[in-house]
C-alpha cells in the first residue's frame, strides 16, 4: 500500500488567483425581435370590416436612415369611445396556440407591428375615436415605440385631418406650435388609407422636424 507523503513548506506565499476574464458589456438589444411579434399583430379591425382603414409608414433616425428592427404598438378606443377592446388580445389557447382575444370578428383596440428592412410598417384597424368620457380629445391612436439604442420605448400619437376642428380643442394639439404638431398628423395616401412617418431625431439640415414625443410619468 502506497504511504502518504507530504510537501515540504516552500515557504512562500500561496500564489493569488489568477483574475476573471471580464463579461461582455451589456447591450440594449434589440430583443424584443424575437418574442413580442405575433402573426396578425397589424390586425385590429375585424376581417372583412368594410370601415378598415390602413395606417403605414416608416420610422426614421435624425439622418433619415430607416430603423429595420423598430417595433410600434398602438391603442386605440373603439368606434363607440369604449376603452376595453377584446379581453385577453395576447392570451394563448394551450391546446391550439392561437390568440384567444383575436379572433377575427371582435375589436381588440391593441396592434403591436415590427418595422421590415426598409424600416417599413403597416397597421389594419377601424377609424379612431375620442375616448369615452373626454369631449375635449381629438380622436387618435396611442402609438408606443421601441427601437435600436432606446434605453427607454417612447410614446407618440396618431391625429386624422378629417378631424382638424377638433384639433384646436385637443388638450396635447392646443399646447403645440403649429410645425410641432404637423408630426403628428397623418397624411391621406389614397381611399382608407393614411401615411404616418416617425422620425427619432430631428434632420441636420432642418427640413424634418423629430415627431413629438410624450413625456413619462
Known sequence: MPRATTRPDSGTAPEAPSPLAPTPAQTIGPFYGTALPF??????????????????????????????????????????GGLTGAP????????????????????????????????RYALRTLPAAAPAGRPDAAPYLAV?????G???HLFTRVYFPEHRTAHAADP?????????ART??????????????????HSADGAHEETVFLAHR
Open 88 to 119: 385577453g388580445s395576447l392570451r394563448h389557447d394551450p391546446a391550439t396556440g392561437a390568440l384567444l382575444g383575436r379572433d377575427g370578428v371582435d375589436f381588440t383596440g391593441f396592434g403591436r407591428v415590427p418595422t421590415d428592412a426598409d424600416g
Open 172 to 180: 396635447l394639439l392646443a399646447r403645440l406650435p403649429a410645425a410641432r
Open 39 to 80: 402573426p396578425g399583430g397589424e390586425q385590429v379591425a375585424p376581417a372583412g370590416h368594410p370601415d378598415t382603414i390602413t395606417v403605414h409608414g416608416r420610422v426614421r433616425d435624425g439622418a433619415g436612415a430607416p430603423v429595420p428592427d423598430a417595433l410600434l404598438e398602438f391603442w386605440q378606443a373603439a368606434p363607440d
Open 144 to 148: 408606443c415605440l421601441f427601437a435600436r
Open 150 to 152: 432606446l434605453i427607454q
Open 184 to 201: 403628428l398628423l397623418a397624411r391621406p395616401d389614397g381611399p382608407g388609407r393614411y401615411r404616418f412617418d416617425v422620425r427619432l431625431q
